[in-house]
């Protein structure tokens, strides 16, 4: 199961000022989507799932089907989904924030990695220190000067 990542970025979106509805159906398209950005739910199934009028989810569903003018992504017209003619859709920015998303994973990733080596020579450094006569820990140079 994919994924889907919802940032602060989304509450300066114009799909968040579109109104609640609206706002209900992006954030299920969004959690709906696979691992490619398709999506095969409709209006009539989220109808039955929050026992609303069709007619009223439709009207919120069609909010992401017709051009934006005010949105920032002017991919499709502002459009947040394209129909892909099976009766699926595709989320227009959703290779957008799958690459953002990678690129934070990665450099998390990354600096994990370079903390652990950190660590890692540390302990081989003090271990080093240790076998080759060096000071020692705390606790030995106590011992040593009684």
């Given at each position: 199961?994919?994924?889907?990542?919802?940032?602060?970025?989304?509450?300066?979106?114009?799909?968040?000022?579109?109104?609640?509805?609206?706002?209900?159906?992006?954030?299920?398209?969004?959690?709906?989507?696979?691992?490619?950005?398709?999506?095969?739910?409709?209006?009539?199934?989220?109808?039955?799932q929050w026992s609303m009028d069709e007619s009223e989810v439709q009207k919120a569903w069609d909010v992401h089907t017709h051009p934006d003018p005010k949105s920032k992504n002017i991919e499709h017209d502002g459009r947040r989904i394209i129909p892909l003619g099976d009766g699926r859709w595709h989320v227009v920015s959703f290779d957008k924030y799958k690459d953002r998303y990678r690129k934070e994973v990665r450099s998390e990733q990354l600096r994990l990695a370079k903390q652990k080596q950190r660590l890692r020579e540390k302990l081989e450094r003090e271990a080093k220190g240790l076998t080759e006569g060096g000071n020692g820990s705390a606790e030995e140079q106590e011992e040593d000067s009684e």
């Open positions: 199961m994919p994924y889907t990542p919802l940032d602060h970025a989304a509450l300066y979106s114009t799909a968040f000022r579109t109104g609640a509805i609206e706002w209900a159906v992006w954030t299920a398209i969004l959690a709906a989507q696979d691992s490619d950005g398709n999506v095969a739910i409709n209006p009539a199934f989220l109808a039955v």
